[in-house]
T-cell receptor, first 115, second 114 residues
């Protein structure tokens, strides 16, 4: 069964600190993995995309890693800011028959950055 | 500015009433999607459309209906048959459903059944 599990469910950190969010997946056949940021009451916005051959991808203070062998990804946030308070969702894409991309969503990690 | 517009942002409905959520995109995308988001759960696919005049059921289509008469519009009707309709609804679009490109989301519509 295609599944995406994220940990922790929620996290509180002090402003300026770093944190790492985890994503484990059992999606097959794997196509790509995206991290989305969702502010409360808003739609998700893409942060990074990683394909099978990529190990690391950065977007400003956000760095995503992918280990395709262990089917794990992480999102590292450096020097956190209050605006980083949001839910972070891991989305894995599976290429099913005829190339159709099926998206499997994790339940998200809710991050609160405290002043 | 290109993007996806959902309306209304907030909607209250009495039990037994049908409601329609609007979704319009000006990104020239072929594929459009409706998701439902509940606390503690991942986004669940309700319906999707790969092209005009075509749509397919997702994982939780019961109690919902859609239409795709124009490329830019994909309205969702929540019918009285939907047993637990209170949720946050997200509309999204992609260039095509076969493309690995980004899925763009609207700002969401929050439906509350009184």
């Amino acid at each position: 069964k295609n599944q995406v599990e994220q940990s922790p469910q929620s996290l509180i950190i002090l402003e300026g600190k770093n944190c790492t969010l985890q994503c484990n997946y059992t999606v097959s056949p794997f196509s790509n993995l995206r991290w989305y940021k969702q502010d409360t009451g808003r739609g998700p916005v893409s942060l990074t995309i990683m394909t099978f051959s990529e190990n690391t991808k950065s977007n400003g203070r956000y760095t995503a890693t992918l280990d395709a062998d262990t089917k794990q990804s992480s999102l590292h946030i450096t020097a956190s800011q209050l605006s980083d308070s949001a839910s972070y969702i891991c989305v894995v894409s599976a290429m099913v028959s005829t190339g159709f991309q099926k998206l499997v969503f994790g339940t998200g990690t809710r991050l609160l950055v405290s002043p | 500015d290109g993007g996806i517009t959902q309306s209304p942002k907030y909607l209250f409905r009495k039990e037994g009433q049908n409601v329609t959520l609007s979704c319009e995109q000006n990104l020239n995308h072929d594929a459009m999607y409706w998701y439902r988001q509940d606390p503690g759960q991942g986004l669940r696919l309700i319906y999707y459309s790969q092209i005009v005049n075509d749509f397919q059921k997702g994982d939780i289509a019961e109690g919902y209906s859609v239409s795709r008469e124009k490329k830019e519009s994909f309205p969702l009707t929540v019918t009285s048959a939907q047993k637990n309709p209170t949720a946050f609804y997200l509309c999204a679009s992609k260039i095509t459903s076969y493309n690995t490109g980004e899925l763009f989301f609207g700002e969401g519509s929050r439906l509350t059944v009184l």
